[in-house]
């Protein structure tokens, strides 16, 4: 199962003060992870991601993920079992002119029974994600 999120950065949006937009899931296992950048973001718009307070990808704590009309894809392959599971991703735009957008894809793999797979379908499918801190 797949879930996405457009992530709008406007100009000018500074690494201490970024933007930011969540996505829930209920318990589950993340397999995949895609960080599309447009072309014409050129370096000046930056993305992590965080779980409770936490920065949790990329790895480094001080680190942000770059790009410019190109996908960046990984496979963290991290079980997201605590409540709320909501997985933060932050943004900053160092472009003094235009205002930018990412878009994240998240594929999970649920690690519940069948019941629990309904569940998220009928009653958490929305559009937020949660990290254990393991």
């Known amino acids: 199962m797949s879930y996405s999120k457009q992530l709008t950065i406007p100009a000018g949006t500074s690494k201490t003060s970024p933007v930011s937009t969540s996505i829930e899931i209920p318990p589950t296992l993340v397999d995949r992870l895609e960080i599309t950048f ?56 160092d472009d003094d002119t235009f205002a930018h957008a990412v878009y994240v894809i998240i594929d999970v793999e649920f690690k519940g029974g069948l019941l629990d797979v309904w569940k998220a379908l009928l009653f958490g499918g929305g559009t937020r994600i949660n990290s254990t801190n393991s």
């Open 38 to 93: 447009p072309s014409g973001c050129v370096g000046l718009v930056g993305v992590r991601f965080q779980f409770q307070g936490r920065v949790i990808w990329p790895y480094n704590p001080d680190g942000w993920f770059l790009g410019n009309g190109q996908t960046v894809t990984f496979t963290p392959n991290l079980e997201l079992k605590d409540q709320p599971n909501e997985l933060m991703i932050e943004g900053y735009n």
